[in-house]
């Protein structure tokens, strides 16, 4: 069974770093083609995707924000960690990690719970 | 970037009616494409993937179509769980990702 558990503060302010770490299970990140990726969403607003990683340690990242994110993995410990410099009021919303399936053509099959973000001073 | 157009942004029907919903691709993505079902508070759940494949434990009543820039997702008969918001989502070489701006479906 595979399930996933983001982790990070509830409460950022302006101009802050926010790390992310998404702990999973059921799965490997070393095992070929597997990724998993971030997604966030604003309150009312639609789902935005953020960033992933493969396997092979190859990420991308969404080009509106890739300044400001970084994404890495610690295979040993299960987790992915995301890190967003700089955060503003319009960075408020949940972020959800997901589990990448290679053979559903790549799509976000499993996802975690979530957390709020509320970035306000 | 591939942009995704969704239409219309928000659908009313009634419990028991057909609902087809749409989603543009800016660019050929194939049949790398995903639908999902995102209700408040709740993850967003994967409900086709390859732009018509059944994910497990989904209900029959849920398919999807299309090829290439233009897809379709199709409720048969909506049930009163199906009451929620839609999102298209391409993975056109497993690379850039983007989700498209949602289809409210409402009673």
């Known amino acids: 069974q595979i399930t996933l558990k983001e982790s990070g503060p509830t409460l950022v302010k302006p101009t802050q770093t926010l790390t992310l770490t998404c702990t999973f299970s059921?799965?490997?990140?070393?095992?070929?083609?597997?990724?998993v990726g971030w997604i966030r969403q604003p309150p009312g607003k639609a789902l935005d995707w953020l960033a992933h990683?493969?396997?092979?340690?190859?990420?991308y990242y969404n080009s509106f924000l890739r300044t400001r994110l970084t994404i890495t993995k610690d295979t040993s410990k299960n987790q992915v960690v995301l890190t967003m410099t700089d955060m503003h009021p319009e960075d408020t919303g949940t972020y959800y990690c997901?589990?990448?399936?290679?053979?559903?053509?790549?799509?976000?099959?499993?996802w975690g719970q979530g957390t709020l973000v509320t970035v306000s001073s | 970037d591939i942009q995704m157009t969704q239409s219309p942004s928000s659908l009313s029907a009634s419990v028991g009616a057909r609902v087809t919903m749409s989603c543009r691709a800016s660019?050929?993505?194939?049949?790398?494409l995903s639908w999902f079902q995102k209700q408040p508070g709740k993850a967003p759940k994967l409900l086709i993937y390859?732009?018509?494949n059944l994910q497990s434990g989904v209900p029959s009543r849920f398919s999807g179509s299309g090829y290439g820039t233009d897809f379709t997702l199709t409720i048969s008969t909506v049930q009163p769980e199906d009451f929620a918001t839609y999102y298209c989502?391409?993975?056109?070489?497993?690379?850039?990702?983007?989700f498209g701006q949602g289809t409210k479906l409402e009673i």
């Open positions: 997901s589990h990448l399936n290679p053979s559903m053509s790549y799509s976000f099959q499993h």
């Open positions: 989502q391409q993975s056109a070489g497993a690379l850039m990702y983007s």
């Open positions: 059921g799965f490997s990140l070393s095992t070929d083609a597997v990724g």
């Open positions: 990683i493969y396997w092979n340690d190859n990420n």
């Open positions: 390859g732009a018509s």
């Open positions: 660019h050929n993505i194939g049949s790398y």
